[in-house]
């Protein structure tokens, strides 16, 4: 009996010597369970006993040298890595933002646009799991091990930080910082996009079908879409044109700098600092410049005016059509009103009233006249757009 004993304890040696502790009471426990049928004081119970701790104790081994090896393998790589860069309570690594949202739970932001929402839940779970306590936290952010580690510096400390991360994991999609404006993410939700910033603040708020690039068509500012009306927001986030426009065009297309914009086939136009200059009223609205200068030709009910560089009319739009200044005489534009022509000089003066129903060319029988007709009759015009009494 007191040779088996000394075997019983030379086990219990081996097991707390094993790569994992098992508590001696636990072994004791086991020996007095009644449910195994043992009894302490037989030798044939000792024996059996013998076989029944040599057993589990193989078991155990290996199955503590396997977690040993896994163990040391995490710590080789561990070793090899770059830890996280910590701040305060929050953990910024490659995919996410780990951050405290109480003393007993973490929230988890991704910062990969490759990772999907199911990811996240996932990732979000295995932490909760892990982690269940602060303590816990702090330990499993120490051994965590990241090679991307990022540097926090850039990262506020505003003590506010705490209300702005209650809605995490609220987005299908967060693209990466810095794509589209430094220290903003692009973020997705139902289809519609916003923007948050290194706090996890909502700058834009997620209502647009689509964000253009900042300075795409102006300086410091993004095209914004929403139910196919287009306008724009700047670089604080704020809309500086209503989403009221059908189309946006470039600006300073125009040899102006402004920028054309459509409400139904309507055209207008809005200046840089988002001001609508000319209302859309316009079928049709030419270059600046191409017939005269500081002047654009505008169309409106099939008929023809001009605006100027300030975004009023200058010639009323009245004629069914406006020739080219110059072609009958210097500064003098050809107008038709129902089939009768007159002439309207550089300041858009109506010189000669649309009365005839055909101007020849100055000079070609008379220098300074102009052969007219009108009601099947001949006379002449001066060059001053007076009749010449016969």
């Known amino acids: 009996m007191k040779n088996e004993n000394n075997h019983i304890d030379y086990y219990f040696l081996i097991a707390r010597q094993a790569p994992i502790t098992i508590p001696i009471e636990k072994v004791s426990i086991l020996l007095n369970q009644s449910t195994l ?47 996280p860069v910590k701040n305060e309570n929050i953990i910024i690594m490659d995919s996410v933002i780990i951050k405290k949202s109480d003393p007993d739970s973490v929230v988890v932001i991704s910062k990969d646009k490759k990772m ?19 303590s816990d936290l702090d330990n499993y952010i120490d051994n965590f091990q990241n090679t991307n580690a990022i540097d926090t510096s850039k990262i506020s400390n505003d003590s506010t930080i705490e209300n702005k991360t209650k809605y995490s994991l609220q987005y299908d999609k967060i693209e990466e910082f810095g794509i589209y404006k430094e220290n903003w ?21 997620v209502v647009y079908d689509k964000i253009y690039n900042f300075g795409e068509y102006i300086d410091k500012w993004a095209m914004v879409k929403v139910d196919g009306l287009y306008g724009f927001i700047n670089d604080l986030g704020k809309e500086v044109v209503p989403l009221v426009y059908d189309k946006i065009y470039n600006f300073n297309e125009n040899n102006i700098n402004w920028a054309m914009v459509k409400i139904g086939r309507l055209c207008g136009f809005i200046d840089n600092n988002g001001k609508e200059i000319v209302v859309p009223q316009f079928d049709l609205i030419e270059e600046f410049g191409m017939m005269h200068e ?20 200058v010639v009323p739009v009245i004629y069914d059509k406006i020739e080219s200044f110059g072609i009958y005489k210097e500064n003098w534009a050809m107008v038709k009103v129902d089939g009768l022509c007159g002439f309207i000089d550089f300041s858009g003066k109506e010189v000669v009233p649309p009365y005839y129903s055909k101007i020849e060319y100055f000079h070609m029988i008379k220098e300074n006249w102009a052969r007219v007709k009108r009601d099947g009759q001949y006379g002449f015009i001066d060059i001053n757009g007076k009749e010449v009494e016969q």
């Open 37 to 83: 049928g043992l009894n302490t004081t037989s030798t044939k119970t000792i024996s059996n006993l013998k076989l029944y701790i040599m057993t589990t104790l193989a078991v155990v081994t290996t199955a503590a040298v396997i977690i040993s090896i896994n163990l040391l393998n995490k710590e080789n790589n561990n070793q090899r890595n770059t830890p």
């Open 116 to 134: 999907k929402t199911e990811e996240l839940f996932n990732l979000v779970d295995e932490l909760n799991s892990l982690v269940t306590n602060s």
């Open 185 to 205: 993410a692009m973020v997705k939700q139902d289809g519609r996009y916003g923007f948050i910033d290194t706090t996890a603040h909502e700058i834009v708020p």
């Open 294 to 313: 500081n002047w654009a030709l505008v169309k409106q009910y099939g008929l023809y005016g001009f605006i100027d560089n300030r975004g009023k009319i």
